[in-house]
């Protein structure tokens, strides 16, 4: 298992060249959303339903990425409770209002992914966005630590 230092850092060494910082920082919340939206839609087994009504494949992978979050570091993972629990509450929301959860997920990653290739504009190609996608819990976790950097909390 790798440092929480080794993972920022090869996130961060990837992201060094970022035509649009500011777009990509949008986009990496949206591609969550997304992601986990379309995980929240999937069907689940009864048992599951009868346990409770917020338990799905979505809330699964968030309580599993906030466990993860806890093992790779103690003030990331409060830092990024919020952000965990926000990311829930919208999918709740979601799920009762008159908006398609199918459409909004799938927008949102789309536009999510977009805004991720064009905030790396410079290397036109899709294989940095692929990786992006591959290691998307990690991305908040990263722009969270570039801001406990700036504001002097030790990671």
């Not at 986009?27 to 839609?41: D, F, N, Q, R």
């Not at 926000?86 to 398609?100: E, I, K, M």
Request: avoid cysteine; hydrophobic fraction near 55%; glycine fraction near 8%.
């Amino acid at each position: 298992m790798h440092e929480p230092n080794d993972w920022l850092q090869r996130f961060a060494d990837s992201h060094r060249e970022l035509t649009y910082p500011a777009l990509y920082w949008a986009a990496v919340p949206m591609v969550v959303l997304g992601s986990v939206g379309l995980l929240w839609i999937v069907p689940i087994p009864a048992e599951y339903a009868r346990i409770s009504p917020l338990l799905n494949w979505g809330s699964t992978f968030l309580m599993a990425a906030a466990v993860y979050y806890f093992i790779i570091s103690v003030p990331l993972a409060i830092g990024m409770l919020p952000f965990v629990i926000g990311v829930a509450a919208f999918q709740a929301w979601l799920g009762t209002s008159d908006y398609a959860p199918l459409r909004v997920s799938a927008g949102l990653l789309l536009a999510g992914t977009l805004g991720l290739w064009i905030g790396r504009r410079r290397q036109w190609s899709f294989g940095p966005v692929w990786r992006d996608l591959q290691m998307m819990m990690i991305g908040p976790a990263w722009l969270l630590s570039v801001l406990y950097r700036r504001i002097g909390i030790p990671i």
